[in-house]
């Protein structure tokens, strides 16, 4: 198992999180570091029927094992409408379900983009506030506002500033990993 867990709260196959993480996730030396597209896992919407019926599936077993045996997790959550998806807040609901303390003593690197200039804080800061419930700490978060003018796929984050702030926050994480 990967002492770091990165992913995207993100099931879209073109998902500017997803970018975000893995580029983070590839500035990363010295730790073995598992990159998990969530677009990949089609969970049902969670309600008590699905889950007395249904019972829990495969994925969501294996995704929360994974998430327990890490030592740290790096998150980037997607905005809509100034809130996490449905998508993401569905994920959580069904491994809070399957188990209520899934982050216990997990460190959390936090972030959000968005092709607007708020670069998913609304998002970001419900996200930040509802993971300690589940027993994160969340180490530093890093928001990156108009993804499409300051990142590039092969150059990274283009602003300085911006790239500062992501580095800090990756190594404020780091430290505690």
Known sequence: MAAILALAGSNSATSINFKLVKYTAGLISGE?????????FPFPMYSEDNEREMGFSNSMVELRNDIMKA????????????????????????LSRLERKFLEDTEVLLMATSPGKRGGQGSLEIIEKLLPRFGANISATFSLPSFYENFDSDK????????ESHHQALNEFLSKV
């Open 156 to 163: 990274g984050l283009l602003n300085k500033d911006l790239s």
């Open 71 to 94: 030592k740290g997790v790096i998150i980037s959550v997607n905005e809509h409408n100034s809130n996490p998806s449905a998508y993401f807040k569905n994920v959580l609901d069904w």
């Open 32 to 40: 073995e570091v598992q990159l998990l597209n969530l677009a990949n």
